[in-house]
């Protein structure tokens, strides 16, 4: 199959499937999603994002109609049935299927599964970013169905020629990106937002952190900010497609370029661990 569609056992190329119209997600966005790639028919880090999706689940009184060893077999059944073993892999469990109320039911909720062609960017040129105000909500650390804020936030850097949203509070406080995790180099020293309610604790953050500590490279989970972000020696942004993205203009402004030799022992170790995992 060239792409894959799936909802509560029924699958599909993605143009010939559907959904009932009173899915809950069609009115309240009301569902958790989780994604991640693979590569040679091999999903990367698939226990990790599978415990965040029922973390997630969980946060949001959302019970997932199959056990964590069952959706995995299922997410490997599936993948098999591409063309290409290079693939994004996106699954998402709506709380339910039900005249519109905001008061729900309890019960099993509906499992969906996408599937298109990708393959894991190297990140071998520097990102544009520019910066705005973070309105969202406090369910940051839940990966919820409510998107609405990332995509305006990703066509504010669209229609600015750049590639990515970073975000700040009020106070000025960096949280994350429009759809990644973000992070700078300052001194030798990672700094990166503390997995609270502000930010989705990211599997690929969870990486970067881990392969710091393994390459000896510092790291500080403590708030940094606007003035940090600014002064930064490296501004890296993470997603699980996007293993180590780095920043080369800010706001229209060159940043970064002052810890080449940090950021790229980070990039191709991350790189190289998918790989490994992957073959």
């Given at each position: 199959m060239k792409t894959l569609g799936y909802y509560n056992g029924t699958f599909a190329e993605l143009d010939k499937m559907m959904i009932p119209f009173n899915d809950r997600v069609c009115f309240f966005g009301d569902g958790v999603y989780d994604a991640g790639p693979s590569r040679h028919y091999h999903?990367?880090?698939?226990?990790?994002?599978?415990?965040?999706?029922?973390?997630s689940a969980a946060l949001?009184?959302?019970?997932?109609?199959?056990?964590?060893?069952?959706?995995?077999?299922?997410?490997?059944?599936?993948?098999?049935?591409m063309d290409t073993g290079d693939n994004f892999v996106y699954w998402a469990c709506s709380r339910g299927t039900g005249?519109?109320?905001?008061?729900?039911?309890?019960?099993?909720?509906?499992?969906?599964?996408?599937?298109?062609?990708?393959?894991?960017?190297?990140?071998?040129?520097?990102?544009?970013?520019?910066?705005a105000e973070d309105k969202r909500f406090y369910y940051c650390n839940c990966k919820t169905l409510n998107l609405l804020p990332s995509v305006l936030y990703?066509?504010?850097?669209y229609q600015a020629g750049a590639?990515?949203?970073?975000?700040?509070?009020?106070?000025?406080?960096?949280?994350?990106?429009?759809?990644?995790?973000?992070?700078?180099?300052?001194?030798?020293i990672l700094y990166t937002a503390p997995t609270d309610d502000m930010i989705l604790p990211g599997i690929a953050r969870a990486h970067l952190v881990r392969m710091c500590r393994k390459l000896g490279i510092g790291v500080s989970e403590t708030p940094y900010y606007?003035?940090?972000?600014?002064?930064?020696?490296?501004?890296?942004?993470?997603?699980?497609?996007?293993?180590?993205?780095?920043?080369?203009?800010?706001?229209?402004?060159?940043?970064?370029?002052?810890?080449?030799?940090?950021?790229?022992?980070?990039?191709?170790?991350?790189?190289e661990e998918i790989c490994n995992a992957t073959e």
């Open positions: 999903l990367f880090a698939l226990d990790e994002h599978i415990d965040r999706f029922y973390n949001m009184d959302i019970q997932v109609p199959c056990g964590k060893q069952e959706l995995k077999e299922l997410l490997n059944e599936l993948v098999q049935k005249v519109r109320n905001h008061v729900y039911e309890k019960g099993p909720g509906n499992l969906w599964v996408m599937i298109k062609p990708e393959t894991i960017d190297p990140c071998s040129a520097p990102i544009k970013c520019v910066t990703a066509e504010k850097a590639d990515e949203t970073i975000l700040h509070r009020h106070d000025g406080r960096i949280t994350e990106c429009a759809h990644c995790n973000c992070h700078i180099l300052k001194d030798g606007m003035e940090d972000l600014k002064q930064a020696d490296e501004i890296i942004v993470t997603s699980s497609s996007h293993v180590c993205m780095y920043v080369g203009e800010l706001d229209g402004e060159p940043v970064g370029g002052k810890d080449s030799e940090t950021l790229f022992r980070l990039r191709d170790a991350l790189y």
